[in-house]
C-alpha cells in the first residue's frame, strides 16, 4: 500500500511560480510510474503529465515549457514545478502511482494510488 500526500499548492498570480511536492510512504518508491492529474471544478480530471522510474517525462501539450516534473528516490517524493501560470491552470492538483516500471498511462483508471490534492489557483 502506498500513501500519497501533496503539498505546496496555493494562489499565485499570473505569470508566476509556484512548487508542488507529492511524497510517498513505503519503501519502493522508485519502481512507480508517477503522474500528475488535475481538476477544475465542474470538469473531468485532466492528465497532465507523467515521469517514469527512469525520469522520462511526458507533458500535455498545454504545459510544455512552463511544467517541470522531477523526482527524487531517496526521498520518495516528485515535484511539479510551475511557472508562467495562467488562470486555465487553476484546479486541484493531483498525484497518482503505479508500480510500472517506466510505463504510463493518461487514463486515470490506470492507476493504483492517489493523494487528496492541493488546490492551485491563478488569478488574472
Known amino acids: 500500500q502506498v500513501q500519497l500526500v501533496e503539498s505546496g499548492g496555493g494562489v499565485v498570480q499570473a505569470g508566476g511560480s509556484l512548487k508542488l511536492s507529492c511524497a510517498a510512504s513505503?519503501?519502493?518508491?522508485?519502481?512507480?510510474?508517477m503522474a500528475w492529474f488535475r481538476q477544475e471544478p465542474g470538469k473531468e480530471r485532466e492528465f497532465v503529465g507523467v515521469?517514469?522510474?527512469?525520469?522520462?517525462?511526458l507533458y500535455i501539450d498545454s504545459v510544455k515549457g512552463r511544467f517541470t516534473f522531477s523526482r527524487d528516490n531517496a526521498k520518495n517524493t516528485v515535484y511539479l514545478q510551475m511557472s508562467s501560470l495562467k488562470p486555465e491552470d487553476t484546479a486541484v492538483y493531483y498525484c497518482?502511482?503505479?508500480?510500472?516500471?517506466?510505463?504510463?498511462?493518461?487514463?486515470?483508471?490506470?492507476?493504483?494510488?492517489w493523494g487528496q490534492g492541493t488546490r492551485v489557483t491563478v488569478s488574472s
Open positions: 497518482a502511482a503505479k508500480a510500472a516500471g517506466d510505463n504510463y498511462s493518461d487514463n486515470e483508471a490506470w492507476y493504483d494510488y
Open positions: 513505503g519503501r519502493t518508491f522508485s519502481i512507480y510510474t
Open positions: 515521469i517514469g522510474t527512469s525520469g522520462r517525462t
